[in-house]
């Protein structure tokens, strides 16, 4: 399975923002936008996986359902 954009786009939004995260602790003026929208990105990326997921599940279990029903003679 290909990686999915939507995902890697997500993960890299969520570096940027975890380093600008970062970089304002190191300057002692936290911004608590970043550290938001850096978990954002995170959730939006996990969820991304979570529906490719269900996708195989459904997937394979139809391929199953479909190679028992093949097997039944008839």
Request: proline residues 3%; contains cysteine.
């Amino acid at each position: 399975m290909k990686n999915s954009k939507k995902v890697v786009h997500e993960l890299n939004s969520a570096v940027q923002k975890f380093n600008q995260t970062m970089r304002s602790v190191g300057s002692s003026r936290p911004d608590a936008q970043a550290a938001a929208d850096c978990f954002n990105r995170l959730v939006a990326a996990i969820s991304d996986i979570d529906q490719r997921l269900v996708e195989l599940e459904e997937a394979h279990e139809s391929a199953q359902l479909k190679g028992k029903a093949s097997s039944v003679p008839q």
